[in-house]
């Protein structure tokens, strides 16, 4: 079988959607289980580009054994030293640099012209080669990059001494055909590709819905890296999906490329992702969405009934999916909750901690006939909320049609007791604004979300908030089965994140 090699990004690419940082100890548990998972290459950061991303890549290099850590640069002398700095204790180690190289980069982001920016990019790689054996170069936008001067740039890195050129098509614009021509054309006219001295890599984002179709694209005409992030996320309409590659490549086995990815994993891993970034699976994305692998209507009952392979191509157990998973309810016990959680990629290890959420999950488990994954996963994450400064005693709202909202509110912060109330243009407002006579600082509310977890009256609801406070925004979460709860909550997470 031909490799593929998996470069995942989630961790760089991923987590740069807004109201998504992670902070470094969920960063290395992210990067622990990608590793379980068998990707290639972890992106752990953009070192130069704050203190907390320096220190991320540091400690994921310490953490990770076999993956190759990669970390992030321009085409700047000074990133690249960063980067080189915080890749000291990696065991495999790659400084990703680049540069744009389409014209309106070009023109409008460099006021450059063509000769200098080739310029730029050898000097680049030639400088990272200073620290580093595996050199990756990134031609930004060449989605866009005519392909004649496209090809010049690539031969010109890899006789530089770049190992892995990237080719994204960085807004999402080309078409899966027109992307596959680019690398095709640049495997036939750039020296050194054919040979293996390097390999050309794919980075496509899904601003039109086409980064799968347009990685594939890539591969079938000759890349040798795909460059993904878990759930597919990442800026915008976000990045290639590596589950569904991966899956891809599993499905048509007679394609002949392979990866290392242990397909098991996926399930727990994309779980994993969606509960420590906040950011709920869709039903119905391929590969991990609650509804991949259900049937509603009766004529495809009767086929799977049947026959499986009438309707589904995967088997569930192949992407770590149980199809007979143990349904928990309030009469299950510890370990039923504790093997759940592990099948969900979430290990507790201590009986304290263990004894403690099961607490919380008998107390939402009489509230509901079944708990979900998504409610145990939202359990799981509330449990690193216990050490914050400000935290909620207790709530009470009245409210109802032809009555002004009143809530009383109790805070314990660092140990102390305060209450409050308020009257308010519906509960939730009279809430945060009992909250606010609490907390007394100068906070403006900027955005409101609520997401159902999934469907019933009785189940979680998640609420996003992004609040800010002295010129900077601070994203907050929160989950209940009561939604003006979950909102106060969320308020609260966001001033825990306040910096004085």
């Not at 794919?202 to 347009?214: E, F, K, P, Q, R």
């Not at 609490?438 to 999934?454: D, G, N, P, R, V």
Request: proline share 2%; with cysteine; charged share 25%.
């Amino acid at each position: 079988m031909d490799r593929l090699f998996i470069f995942d990004t989630t961790l760089r690419d991923g987590e740069q959607v807004p109201g998504c940082q992670l902070n470094t100890v969920e960063k290395i548990q992210v990067a622990k289980q990608l590793e379980q998972l068998g990707v290639d290459v972890i992106e752990a950061g953009f070192p130069i580009s704050s203190p907390g991303d320096f220190n991320s890549v540091i400690e994921i290099s310490k953490a990770v054994t076999w993956p190759t850590i990669c970390a992030l640069t321009r085409a700047v002398q000074k990133d690249i030293d960063v980067a080189a700095q915080s890749l000291q204790y990696a065991k495999r180690k790659r400084i990703h640099t680049g540069i744009g190289t389409s014209d309106s980069h070009i023109k409008y982001k460099f006021n450059s012209n063509r000769e200098e920016i080739i310029e730029r990019a050898v000097a680049a790689v030639k400088y990272a080669k200073k620290y580093v054996e595996d050199v990756e170069f990134y031609a930004e936008d060449a989605g866009r990059t005519d392909n004649e001067y496209l090809a010049r740039v690539i031969e010109a890195v890899v006789k530089a001494g770049a190992t892995v050129c990237n080719i994204p098509d960085t807004t999402g614009y080309c078409l899966p055909q027109e992307y596959g021509e680019k690398i095709k054309y640049l495997m036939e006219h750039v020296d050194g590709l054919s040979s293996g001295k390097a390999i050309l890599s794919t980075h496509c984002h899904n601003d039109l819905g086409m980064a799968t179709a347009n990685s594939m694209s890539g591969v079938l005409n000759g890349a040798r890296q795909v460059e993904v992030t878990i759930n597919g996320i990442g800026e915008r309409a976000g990045n290639t999906s590596l589950e569904e590659i991966t899956m891809i490549l599993k499905c048509h086995k007679v394609l002949g490329i392979d990866t290392n990815i242990n397909t098991t994993k996926i399930y727990p891993t994309s779980r994993m992702v969606s509960s420590l970034m906040n950011m709920p699976v869709q039903p119905n994305k391929a590969i991990v969405g609650r509804n991949a692998f259900a049937h509603s209507s009766g004529i495809h009952q009767d086929g799977v009934l049947k026959n499986v392979q009438t309707y589904e191509i995967m088997n569930p157990k192949d992407v770590g999916l149980d199809d007979n998973s143990i349904v928990l309810t309030a009469r299950s016990g510890r370990a039923a909750l504790k093997y759940r959680l592990e099948v969900l990629g979430v290990a507790i290890d201590d009986e304290k901690k263990l004894d403690a959420l099961y607490q919380k999950f008998l107390a939402l488990a009489d509230r509901k006939k079944e708990v979900n994954d998504d409610d145990i996963l939202t359990l799981a994450g509330a449990d690193t909320s216990e050490n914050h400064a400000v935290r909620l005693d207790f709530l009470q709202v009245t409210t109802g049609m032809g009555v002004k909202s009143v809530a009383s509110i109790g805070l314990d912060i660092s140990g102390q007791k305060f209450e409050e109330a308020a009257t308010g243009n519906g509960p939730v407002d009279a809430a945060i604004k009992a909250l606010k006579k609490i907390i007394q600082k100068k906070m403006t509310l900027k955005e409101f979300t609520i997401q159902a977890i999934s469907k019933g009256s009785d189940d979680m609801g998640k609420v996003h908030m992004q609040v800010e406070y002295n010129g900077s925004l601070y994203y907050g979460f929160g989950a209940n089965t009561d939604i003006v709860t979950a909102s106060v909550e969320a308020y609260i997470d966001c001033i825990n994140k306040f910096r004085n």
